[in-house]
Nanobody, 114 residues
Framework: QVQLVESGGGLVQPGGSLRLSCAASVSIFSTIAMGWYRQGPGKQRELIAQ???????NYADSVKGRFTISRDNAESTLYLQMNSLKPEDTAVYYCNTRPALPSWGQGTQVTVSS
């Protein structure tokens, strides 16, 4: 059973940065595509960034140029570097495979506010 544990969220001012981490307990981590998703207040969960097993990345337009997804296959860890944060980035952030598995971690709250 796959376990996904997100961390690194918090309260940050507009324009600030955060780095999220996702520890994945999956033996085949290095062979699967992964993604970061988020769910803002009153909104549906959305995919914002994804990375293939080979390191190819893709981003939603809303975060392109500001967020960077990366992975450490040796540590089975996924990262999301978030720069130039905006209030509309406020959400609970989740990691999951691509496509997503039915079960989700608890996520990590990111709040962008002055």
């Amino acid at each position: 059973q796959v376990q996904l544990v997100e961390s690194g969220g918090g309260l940050v001012q507009p324009g600030g940065s955060l780095r999220l981490s996702c520890a994945a307990s999956v033996s085949i981590f290095s062979t699967i595509a992964m993604g970061w998703y988020r769910q803002g207040p009153g909104k549906q969960r959305e995919l914002i960034a994804q990375i293939t097993s080979g390191g190819r990345t893709n981003y939603a337009d809303s975060v392109k140029g500001r967020f960077t997804i990366s992975r450490d296959n040796a540590e089975s860890t996924l990262y999301l570097q978030m720069n130039s944060l905006k209030p509309e980035d406020t959400a609970v952030y989740y990691c999951n495979t691509r496509p997503a598995l039915p079960s989700w971690g608890q996520g990590t709250q990111v709040t962008v506010s002055s």
